[in-house]
């Protein structure tokens, strides 16, 4: 199985119960992680509405978004602040929920066979 052959070599060898609880906690990582980039959709549309654009403007959306990203993971790197992984987490969540949008955009006009 794929993720079993690039898990660590500790988690091969644990009993079935410990890899049960450990993937259970991933999944429920996993979830917080995606209601906070919903949220940040539901803030998204609350400020600017339903997002229709050409498909070249939204590379220029997540461009600036993902710049951001970098900005807090370098302030990270360079300053060795543990302040910066909230910042890091934040802005991640920014470029993941600016991406949801996009998709949502290309499946609007998909339906309208029609691209802006």
Request: charged letters at 25%; hydrophobic letters at 40%; aromatic letters at 6%.
């Amino acid at each position: 199985m794929y993720i079993e052959s690039n898990m660590p070599r500790s988690a091969h060898t644990c009993p079935p119960l410990v890899k049960k609880v450990m993937n259970s906690h991933a999944d429920a990582l996993q979830e917080i992680i995606l209601n906070k980039i919903r949220e940040e959709r539901k803030a998204q549309d609350e400020k600017w509405g339903e997002l229709n654009h050409h498909p070249l403007m939204w590379f220029s959306i997540i461009g600036e978004e993902f710049g951001e990203m970098l900005h807090a993971f370098n302030e990270y790197t360079f300053d060795n602040d543990i302040n910066h992984l909230e910042d890091m987490q934040r802005e991640a969540i920014q470029v993941a929920a600016c991406c949801v949008a996009m998709i949502e955009c290309i499946e609007r006009q998909a339906s309208k066979d029609l691209i802006p």
